[in-house]
């Protein structure tokens, strides 16, 4: 069963098009956390969410924003996408500091945005 | 330097030997992280650990704290392991959660 769910698995737009992906988890981890993933290269961090608390990491472009409405759902804003915007989006969610054991990160399948 | 150096880069070997990758890091962490990535695919998570020895069927992991040092084995390696492994330390504090990787081990097991 998927618990960590990104929609869609490749999404095309255009230079300059707003688009968003998305981002649903099943297993009620309060940290959510988005990635960017460029061809061969490690994952970045872009920012996450602790609960509601939104954390960017200090190179996060301004770009890029995020949402999390609820604690299932987060969403990854890309206002005006350029060329250099292509890449693989990972979601990951974790449990930390909540009284539970921690759990580590969860990744989804990943979102392959397209730039035309 | 990075924070998180993996060897090898690339990894060819044949179905049933037993594979190596290895990993050293340079800052102070909570625990360490092996994680598995097939080509276009999401990430999965093999391991996290902190300290000792850890196994899952066919795959083995280890930590040396004092050396800041961790190995990901593979017994009877499969073409079906075919993918890029990474490792990847997390600190403490309020770097807790927050992953810093090494550059993966693409392995390639050939029939």
């Known amino acids: 069963d998927a618990m960590v769910i990104q929609n869609p698995r490749y999404q095309v737009t255009q230079f300059g098009k707003p688009v968003t992906l998305s981002c649903s988890q099943t297993l009620n981890h309060n940290v959510m956390y988005w990635y960017q993933q460029k061809s061969s290269q490690a994952p970045k961090l872009l920012f996450h969410y602790y609960d509601k608390d939104f954390n960017n990491e200090a190179d996060t472009p301004d770009n890029f924003q995020s949402r999390r409405p609820n604690t299932s759902f987060c969403f990854l804003d890309i206002r005006s996408p350029g060329l250099g915007d292509a890449a693989m989006y990972l979601c990951?969610?974790?449990?930390?500091?909540?009284?539970?054991?921690?759990?580590?990160?969860?990744f989804g399948d990943g979102t392959r945005l397209s730039i035309l | 330097k990075n924070e998180v150096e993996q060897s090898p880069q690339n990894l060819t070997a044949q179905e049933g030997e037993f594979i190596t990758i290895n990993c050293s890091y340079s800052v102070g962490i909570s625990a360490l992280h092996w994680l598995q990535q097939h080509p276009g695919g999401g990430i999965v998570s093999l391991f996290m650990l902190s300290s000792g020895k850890k196994k899952h069927g066919r795959l083995i992991a280890t930590i040396n704290i004092q050396e800041k040092h961790s190995s990901l084995h593979i017994t009877a390696s499969h073409p079906r392991d075919s993918a890029v492994y990474i490792c990847?330390?997390?600190?403490?504090?309020?770097?807790?959660?927050?992953?810093?990787f090494g550059k993966g081990t693409k392995l390639s097991v050939k029939p």
């Open positions: 990951a969610t974790s449990r930390l500091g909540t009284g539970l054991p921690d759990q580590p990160q969860h």
């Open positions: 990847a330390v997390e600190g403490y504090g309020g770097s807790q959660g927050n992953l810093i």
